[in-house]
């Protein structure tokens, strides 16, 4: 029997990352970050020079770079070799993820990466496309999402807290360019899945998503 999955798709910002950090801490599952994977062949590209609509050469680093998920306290992201978990939450880096992300090979070069999260006892996977494309027999699907004006505030006080300079407008300005080219792509768009539950959480406390989720899931 194939490992139980539950997927958590949405735009940047709306809170997936710590919503499923959480529940898969709760229920002792494995946790999918797939943004982190297509940041991290963003940083590579970016390292490399490779123009970022260079389908061919940006499929090739994507077959053969050496990603390692180091989960301690705090986890660490290791890239052929080198740390790159503070690159991994720069602006930059989340844009040039979102340009190659429209390319349908890159996609395809990285499905199984993905696949390959799935472990007993169960996996939480973060994403766009988790309950449509990657694991679309997932038995639990959520579609999470907030106002991009909600997700701009957290996102800058994310980055306050971080001690990075932010900008608040201009954040909202990204927000809402990311959106439109993660839903617009033809390769698996930013759409919720038909069999998905949605949560705005614009108003929601983290607590309250969290109960609401593991309810979801145990109904
Ligand atoms: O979730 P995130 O902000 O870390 O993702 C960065 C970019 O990666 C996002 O703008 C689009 C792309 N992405 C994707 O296309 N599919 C996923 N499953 C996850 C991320």
């Given at each position: ?81 080198s740390d ?60 999470l999402t ?74």
């Open positions: 029997m194939l490992p139980a999955v539950l997927t958590i798709d949405g735009p940047s910002g709306a809170g997936k990352g710590t919503i499923s950090r959480l529940v898969a801490k709760k229920l002792g599952w494995h946790y999918l970050d797939s943004g982190s994977i297509y940041r991290a062949l963003a940083i590579a590209v970016l390292q490399k020079a490779i123009d970022v609509t260079d389908e061919a050469s940006i499929v090739e680093v994507a077959r053969t770079m050496e990603l390692t998920f180091v989960c301690a306290d705090e986890l660490t992201v290791i890239l052929d070799g790159i978990t503070r690159q991994l939450s720069l602006e930059t880096t989340g844009n040039t993820a979102s340009m190659i992300a429209v390319l349908p090979a890159v996609r395809a070069a990285l499905l199984k990466k993905q696949q390959d999260f799935r472990l007993m006892p169960g996996l939480v996977a973060d994403g766009r496309d988790m309950g449509t494309v990657v694991f679309p027999d997932a038995p639990h699907k959520i579609f907030a106002s991009a004006e909600k997700r701009a505030e957290r996102r800058y006080k994310q980055l306050i807290e971080k001690g990075v300079d932010a900008n608040l407008s201009r954040l909202l300005l990204d927000i809402q360019e990311r959106d439109r080219r993660d839903s617009e792509r033809a390769a698996a768009p930013l759409v919720m899945a038909a069999d998905a539950v949605f949560l705005d959480t614009s108003e929601m406390p983290v607590e309250i998503v969290v109960a609401e989720v593991l309810h979801i899931i145990n109904n």
